[in-house]
């Protein structure tokens, strides 16, 4: 069985380092590379690598002028291939810049058995010193080189987001430039992530006469769930951070169970997206009552999604067809009246503004006689958010 690791990240250097680390640590691994900068050209150039240098290189064509999608038609072969030759212990999966590592994640998993491949590690590797500038990146991928596709309309900022909010191990580069304010956004970015560093030398500690290993080959080899994961980016359950305020660094987590006012929402949107390097999470409008929209926001620019039902909305029938930890999530939130639709927001910054921020989103909600008028009322107010949800 062919064990796999992808590790991804914008921060280029950051992602090199940690891959040459387990190059250097994990006897028999190689390390699979498609660069996509080269797609403009028509193909994408695969480079497979060992401690030593280039083993092989070759091409991949394009598939329907996406990049990304050549990179999963590639992949997979090359990784069977590796697990035949029955060489390899170690397959490491170095993504691109903008690759997300959910997408690759997700193709890896869903090999056959029969394969021989396991995913057993998804890494991001990160520079602290460049988390806050590369989330207040509001710039297209695009402008920046680094789109995977000429339709890519993804920015440095919410890509990077998603780099580092999905993996469960975030590999730390050495950095000079890094304070305790950068140490602090990190961990309250992405609390549960273990945080290993790449680091320059490594003192193996032996146990039972047997060499122990970097931190950061045992996270290559310690397990992954591509469905818990994918639960714990869904925006009904999502694992978001906790409230904290540490070395200048804070993060509001904001509950309410009344709905918003679609237009005094709408109103406040740029005063919100800007108050915070990165919120996301879970709301309710009034005038869309059943609808559970998703909250994403960083670089200045805020992404607004139908995330489907509240499960409140469903009938009782529809509930065996939800996932369990859909319905968990739902139970922790659960109301009388109103069930599961609520407000939950979650804002981590730098000099984070609590008690204005806080105010601005209590005037967004229904006042008293609005929220007693009932959700007939409700859902004859003005409907704002029509141009986001693209209705």
């Known amino acids: ?44 150039v695969r480079t497979v690598r060992d401690r030593t240098g280039i083993v092989s290189a070759g091409e991949a064509p394009l598939v329907n002028d996406c990049a990304c999608c050549a990179l999963r038609e590639d992949l997979v072969p090359e990784l069977e291939r590796l697990a035949e030759d029955g060489l390899t212990r170690l397959a490491v999966v170095e993504l691109w810049d903008s690759v997300e590592p959910k997408a690759m994640a997700e193709v890896v998993a869903s090999v056959v058995s029969g394969a021989a491949l396991r995913l057993t590690g998804v890494i991001t590797a990160v520079d602290p010193a460049l988390v806050l500038p590369y989330l207040g990146n509001g710039d297209d991928l695009a402008d920046a080189g680094l789109a995977a596709a000429a339709t890519d309309q993804r920015t440095v900022a919410d890509t990077f987001a998603r780099q580092l909010e999905y993996a469960p191990v975030l590999a730390l580069a050495t950095s000079d430039d890094a304070d305790d304010e950068d140490r602090a956004l990190l961990a309250q970015l992405h609390p549960t992530a273990r945080q290993v560093p790449i680091g320059n030398g490594y003192l193996a500690v032996r146990v039972d006469g047997e060499p122990g290993r970097h931190p950061l080959a045992e996270a290559a080899f310690g397990g992954f769930d591509v469905e818990a994961a994918a639960a714990a980016q869904h925006p009904a359950c999502a694992l978001l951070p906790a409230d904290a305020d540490e070395c200048g660094v804070a993060t509001l987590v904001w509950h309410r169970r009344r709905p918003f006012h679609p237009e005094r929402l709408y109103a406040a949107l740029e005063d919100l997206c800007c108050a915070a390097a990165r919120s996301r999470g879970r709301f309710w409008l009034a005038d869309r009552p059943d609808t559970l929209l998703h909250w994403d926001a960083a670089g200045g620019a805020l992404c607004v999604e139908n995330a489907g039902p509240w499960l409140a909305s469903l009938p009782d029938a529809a509930w065996e067809l939800v996932p369990p930890v859909r319905r968990a999530a739902a139970a922790l939130d659960w109301h009388p009246e109103h069930g599961d639709c609520c407000q939950h927001l979650v804002f981590t910054s730098p000099g984070l503004d609590r008690d204005g921020l806080e105010l601005l989103l209590e005037s967004c909600l229904l006042t008293d006689a609005e929220y007693a008028a009932g959700r007939t009322a409700w859902k004859q107010l003005p409907p704002a958010f029509d141009s986001l949800l693209e209705v």
């Open 1 to 44: 069985m062919l064990s796999v690791a992808i590790v991804g990240g914008l921060h280029a250097d950051a992602r090199r380092a940690a891959v040459d680390r387990l190059l250097a640590e994990v006897p028999g691994s190689v390390a699979l590379h498609h660069d996509l900068a080269t797609a403009v050209q028509g193909t994408v």
